[in-house]
């Protein structure tokens, strides 16, 4: 079992930076790929972006490639994601998500075992 709490999250204006952090309970995080899912206000979870359990493989949505970066530490079971460059259509609900084993699907809700309570992001013009 991984319980997974998300922090970070608050109100920052357009161009500016947010870090998010996911603290995982568990001695298997090291094994877990790590990743990010968004919910804005109506519409549905969309992936953000996802790291292998060896950091060597990272994969972001296209629209917040060059923008966001992934990366973990497994000597503290934490997972980050440095958000630049923000724009008003960042705002969401993110979710950090952990998943057993990498596969080619790592872009669908189904390919997680495990989610966090998420964490308010929002954007202001």
């Known amino acids: 079992q991984v319980q997974l709490v998300e922090s970070g999250g608050g109100l920052v204006q357009a161009g500016g930076s947010l870090r998010l952090s996911c603290a995982a309970s568990?001695?298997?995080?090291?094994?877990?790929?790590m990743g990010w899912f968004r919910q804005a206000p109506g519409k549905g979870r969309e992936f953000v972006g996802v790291?292998?359990?060896?950091?060597?493989?990272?994969y972001y949505a296209d629209s917040v490639k060059g923008r966001f970066t992934i990366s973990r530490d497994n000597a503290k079971n934490t997972v980050y994601l440095q958000m630049n460059s923000l724009k008003p259509e960042d705002t969401a609900v993110y979710y950090c998500?952990?998943?057993?084993?990498?596969?080619?699907?790592?872009?669908?809700?189904?390919?997680?075992?495990?989610w966090g309570q998420g964490t308010q992001v929002t954007v202001s013009s």
């Open positions: 790291i292998s359990w060896s950091a060597t493989t990272t």
């Open positions: 568990g001695r298997t995080f090291s094994s877990y790929s």
């Open positions: 998500v952990a998943a057993k084993f990498w596969t080619s699907h790592m872009t669908t809700t189904t390919s997680y075992n495990y």
